[in-house]
């Protein structure tokens, strides 16, 4: 299976349950201090891309219970965590902007920002204690793990360029991890047949994928080492039935691989 043309058309499958989390991601804030009330409307007014939810609602297609609200909890619950950690990340980086919208610690303080990432990974989990299924509740959590492990490996690491090595490391902790969960997650949580599950992980072929990379020291441009993952992202699809969900996600690897930020 080859990924179909790139482009955003993966969104037109999901777009209901999408305009549905836009409008909970507004209320995120309602009844909160007012201070958070305004950050979260100041993040969520606009709330990008939402590739995260979109793999979440992809996923769970796969099983027979795609339709429960307890999909939408977990897209929010991810989302949330993604968004809570760029808060933190734009602190660290002191950062101004970020997808020329100005940060929550610009237009507030690096405080307020820090407690608004804090409400919002508490939200989160707020979320994920509910679902019915202790392994998503797991995973959840265990991405957290991995994005502040990443986090601090970064900040903690000597001033000086990565290795490739410690560069892909963080990658699979602060990026991989999360993409993982929203696909991973939202099959368990849907029912999937249980080889859907894995294929949607696929963290075994990944991390093979790495030691592979990090071991050949041949690879000499970033897009051959993306195209790298790409192809090992098509071939965990190709274990899932042929169906418009399977190309979107497809698509979904091509846009990540063929985007220029």
């Known amino acids: 299976m080859r990924a179909p043309?790139?482009?955003?058309?993966?969104?037109?499958?999901?777009?209901?349950?999408?305009?549905h989390l836009r409008r909970r991601l507004l209320g995120v804030g309602r009844g909160a201090h007012p201070t958070f009330a305004a950050a979260a409307t100041h993040l969520?007014?606009?709330?990008?891309?939402?590739?995260?939810?979109?793999?979440?609602?992809?996923?769970?297609?796969?099983?027979?219970?795609?339709?429960?609200s307890?999909?939408?909890?977990?897209?929010?619950s991810l989302e949330l965590?993604?968004?809570a950690s760029l808060v933190h990340d734009d602190i660290v980086d002191e950062a101004d902007v970020r997808r020329n919208v100005p940060t929550v610690n610009a237009v507030w303080t690096d405080d307020v920002a820090l407690i608004v990432g804090d409400y919002l990974f508490a939200k989160a989990y707020a979320l994920a204690a509910v679902l019915p299924k202790p392994e998503v509740i797991a995973m959840v959590a265990q991405t957290v793990f991995a994005l502040c492990d990443g986090e601090l490996a970064e900040v903690a690491a000597p001033a000086r360029i990565p290795t490739e090595a410690e560069y892909l490391?963080?990658?699979?902790?602060?990026?991989?991890?999360?993409?993982?969960?929203?696909?991973?997650?939202?099959?368990?949580?849907?029912?999937?047949?249980?080889?859907?599950?894995?294929?949607?992980?696929?963290?075994?072929?990944?991390?093979?994928?790495?030691?592979?990379?990090?071991s050949s020291g041949g690879v000499?441009?970033?897009?051959t080492r993306a195209a790298g993952f790409h192809d090992a992202a098509l071939a965990a699809l190709d274990r899932l039935p042929a169906r418009p969900e399977r190309d979107a996600l497809a698509a979904i690897a091509e846009f990540v691989v063929a985007r220029e930020r």
């Open 5 to 19: 043309a790139t482009g955003a058309g993966f969104y037109s499958l999901v777009e209901p349950e999408l305009d």
């Open 44 to 68: 969520f007014g606009s709330p990008g891309k939402l590739l995260r939810p979109t793999l979440v609602f992809l996923s769970a297609r796969f099983g027979p219970a795609s339709g429960a």
């Open 70 to 76: 307890m999909i939408v909890d977990l897209a929010e």
């Open 81 to 83: 965590v993604h968004t």
């Open 169 to 214: 490391e963080r990658i699979e902790l602060k990026t991989a991890s999360l993409y993982a969960a929203c696909c991973q997650g939202a099959a368990l949580l849907a029912d999937a047949e249980p080889g859907h599950v894995a294929a949607l992980g696929a963290s075994a072929e990944l991390r093979d994928l790495l030691r592979t990379i990090r």
């Open 220 to 223: 000499a441009r970033a897009r």
